[in-house]
T-cell receptor, first 116, second 113 residues
Framework: GAVVSQHPSWVICKSGTSVKIECRSL??????MFWYRQFPKQSLMLMAT?????????EQGVEKDKFLINHASLTLSTLTVTSAHPEDSSFYIC????????????FGPGTRLTVL | QQQVKQSPQSLIVQKGGISIINCAYE??????FPWYQQFPGKGPALLIA?????SEKKEGRFTISFNKSAKQFSLHIMDSQPGDSATYFC????????????FGTGTSLTVIP
């Protein structure tokens, strides 16, 4: 089956620093990747949609200058949380879709970010 | 505005019993309805999915029932096992929007031995 990995699985950083999270599709090429944020015991909230080679589309209320998304290749998307603050602490999950027209999304294992 | 409403928020079932989780939606443009299982600290994993042209889909112990006229769909877990204890999310997506998923609020299932 399709496998999506994320790195790191968890990260602790100081307030004001930037953190980069990688999302990779291991056995397929992903034309579209999605980034979600999940707070404890809550649902997944879509942050942005990224298509390979183009700018990401951010959901309303998500600061694009704070959450930088780069989808440089068909197997890699990165989310950079810039100048992180404690309120950015959350579980970040990516998903990938193989190609346009397919509904199915394959999710990564998530990255736990804790900002001190 | 919650596009997909899910209930119950939590569910306790005895081993061997049937777990039933319900979801409802408003947007008739939705054409794909997956169910995901998530364990603590892990990403969601696809369990089973259905499209509106069928009323039921079964895979092993998991069954989706779909009622197009009522705009409702449900997940049935037969012979529930302690290993099924997890959070379950329903979702819906529609074409021509990048296939964005609209997730339900989740149901925490506990199966007691």
């Amino acid at each position: 089956g399709a496998v999506v990995s994320q790195h790191p699985s968890w990260v602790i950083c100081k307030s004001g620093t930037s953190v980069k999270i990688e999302c990779r599709s291991l056995d397929f090429q992903a034309t579209t990747m999605f980034w979600y944020r999940q707070f404890p015991k809550q649902s997944l909230m879509l942050m942005a949609t990224s298509n390979e080679g183009s700018k990401a589309t951010y959901e309303q209320g998500v600061e694009k200058d704070k959450f930088l998304i780069n989808h440089a290749s068909l197997t890699l998307s990165t989310l950079t949380v810039t100048s992180a603050h404690p309120e950015d602490s959350s579980f970040y999950i990516c998903s990938a879709r193989e190609r346009e027209g397919l509904n199915e999304q394959f999710f990564g294992p998530g990255t736990r970010l804790t900002v001190l | 505005q919650q596009q997909v409403k899910q209930s119950p928020q939590s569910l306790i079932v005895q081993k061997g019993g049937i777990s039933i989780i319900n979801c409802a939606y408003e947007n008739t443009a939705f054409d794909y309805f997956p169910w995901y299982q998530q364990f603590p600290g892990k990403g969601p994993a696809l369990l089973i999915a259905i499209r509106p042209d069928v009323s039921e889909k079964k895979e092993g112990r998991f069954t989706i029932s779909f009622n197009k006229s009522a705009k409702q769909f449900s997940l049935h877990i037969m012979d529930s096992q302690p290993g099924d204890s997890a959070t379950y999310f329903c979702a819906a997506s529609r074409p021509n929007t990048g296939n964005q998923f609209y997730f339900g609020t989740g149901t925490s299932l506990t199966v007691i031995p």
